[in-house]
């Protein structure tokens, strides 16, 4: 049976018996809550804190039951229905979602004509289920199928066992909506988060997600390091990179058959809860509320990094992807403007430059110079050949990274890519650096260099160098500027732009 026959067949999922779940983002009030990952899991142990344990009620409600149970104390939670066998599928089409669709409801985010919205679509799936990925991919493979057409069907009805420290137990059916009123404990882990939970069951695996209101995400994932002590408009900058780049993350959709929006790794963004959120971090997620930053009427993407090295970077050379207005790279430090840094001398020449300022923290020094060695013979093992004879620097960007250099020895090895030659070196801040010793150019005008047996290393920088740099955020602070002069600075032709929720959404 070909593609075409089984379109022919196709079956809406309700027939199945599967309920919508991958219903994920809300909109209250006009207010956007996502729903981001907190931890997946076989077993999931959910903690009150020790000093608020007799204060702390947990409430939990199961899908279209308006009973809620209140447990009290730790609770450990497992599947009930371990032998239960997992549903994959095979996704025929999207159709757009309306008041009588009945099959699973997926919601995706798009930015489309200065708004954020929210495209709600009903995933329609073969009437044929495998029972395991591979099982599907083989068959999907064998009917000429695309295997990104393979995927996890999630079922309702699975039996999750409470048990509370008193060893009550209950057996109820995910998914399930949690509330704590006060900061539980989960797995263990250092971090606490209260509010509003979902717990669902994913391929044979426990998943708990937090639905937040997207102002206290943003709060939770501005960098621990810029906000102990920061001056307030570089927290302000910090707060609008980071709600922006959230945004930008929403609209990759990049979990939108993982049953939630964003993970809490470095995938999307970390996020630990509320623990790392101090008094400075709150006030200027709050005094910034809602702005983002677009650019023509387009959300305008806003990475950031820890210290550029003097100019920062072009998204296209670091990502190799399309060119974009915002981010081609702008001076920082005062004196680059003059230098060309993807020329060997000059870059070397700013490297050497002293341009640490005394007002700066420890880790903003630690991005401005820093230096490296590592043995040839640990650089050649890195790059699997036995020995180097030659090294050839191909290109710098335009913050002066190397992006692209090769490797002569028994073979030739070429790297591209600056976060690649950073851990090809051994973890280095950046890949703005220079190896100390001779160098010469060759026919082709590129710098070569032949290796001691010990490469010394001088650099400057820390991180990838796009967008706005963090170091450089402080000192504008610190010399009075406001934080749409740093962002403008780092993000030129940008604006800032409040009203980004469609009518629709609201
Ligand atoms: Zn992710
Ligand atoms: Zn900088």
Not at 77 to 82: D, V
Not at 319 to 330: D, E, I, K, M, T
Request: proline share 4%; with cysteine.
């Amino acid at each position: 049976m070909g593609y075409k026959t089984l379109v022919k067949v196709l079956l809406l999922i309700s027939v199945l018996n599967l309920v919508p779940s991958l219903k994920a983002a809300e909109i209250r009030n006009g207010k956007l809550y996502i729903e981001v990952l907190i931890e997946t899991a076989k077993y999931i142990t959910l903690q009150p804190e020790p000093e608020t344990v007799s204060e702390t009620s947990i409430n939990i409600y199961e899908t279209d039951l308006p009973v809620c149970r209140k447990m009290t104390g730790n609770l450990d939670i497992e599947l009930a229905n371990t032998d239960k066998q997992s549903c994959w599928g095979i996704l025929l089409r999207n159709e757009p979602w309306n008041d009588d669709s009945r099959g699973i409801l997926q919601e995706s985010f798009e930015w489309s004509d200065n708004y954020l919205m929210l495209r709600q679509e009903n995933l329609i799936y073969a009437d044929t289920t495998f029972v395991s990925r591979e099982v599907a991919l083989a068959y999907a493979r064998e009917h000429n199928i695309p295997d990104n057409m393979v995927q996890y069907i999630p079922i309702v009805g699975s039996i999750v066992k409470i048990t509370t420290s008193k060893k009550e137990k209950y057996y109820l059916e995910t998914p399930l909506r949690i509330q704590s009123n006060l900061p539980l404990i989960i797995n263990h882990h250092r971090e606490t988060y209260s509010g509003e939970f979902y717990l669902k069951e994913i391929d044979n695996k426990l998943v708990l997600t937090q639905l937040i209101y997207l102002e206290d995400y943003v709060a939770g994932v501005i960098p621990y390091e810029i906000g102990s002590n920061a001056p307030i408009e570089a927290l302000k900058a910090q707060a609008v990179t980071a709600r922006t780049h959230s945004i930008a993350l929403l609209t990759f959709n990049r979990h939108k058959n993982d049953g939630y929006d964003l993970c809490n790794s470095t995938h999307c963004q970390v996020y630990k809860g509320k623990y790392l959120i101090n008094p400075n971090i709150q006030s200027a997620v709050d005094s910034t509320s809602d702005q983002i930053l677009t650019i023509n009427g387009k959300l305008a993407d806003t990475p950031y990094h820890s210290n550029c090295g003097g100019h920062t970077d072009a998204a296209h050379q670091i990502w190799n992807s399309q060119p974009l207005p915002h981010l081609l790279g702008v001076p920082c430090v005062e004196g680059v403007d003059s230098l060309d840094l993807t020329q060997e001398k000059q870059a070397r020449q700013w490297i050497d430059k002293n341009t640490i300022d005394p007002l700066m923290s420890s880790w903003e020094k630690a991005g401005m110079s820093w230096s490296h060695t590592i043995s040839r013979k640990k650089l050649a093992n890195n790059l699997g050949m036995n020995d180097i004879d030659k090294i050839v620097i191909n290109q710098r960007s335009v913050s002066g990274r190397i992006i692209d250099m090769s490797f002569y020895g028994s073979k030739r090895v070429q790297i591209i890519g600056e976060a690649k030659i950073r851990e090809i070196f051994g973890a280095l801040r950046s890949s703005f650096f220079y190896i100390d010793g001779k160098y010469n150019s060759n026919r082709n005008g590129k710098v070569e260099i032949i290796p001691d047996r010990t490469l010394s290393l001088k650099g400057k920088g820390y991180g990838h160098g796009v967008g706005m740099c963090q170091s450089g955020a402080l000192r504008m602070a610190r010399e009075g500027k406001s934080y749409w002069n740093i962002l403008s600075l780092y993000y030129p032709g940008t604006q800032i732009t409040t009203n980004w929720m469609s009518d629709e959404g609201k």
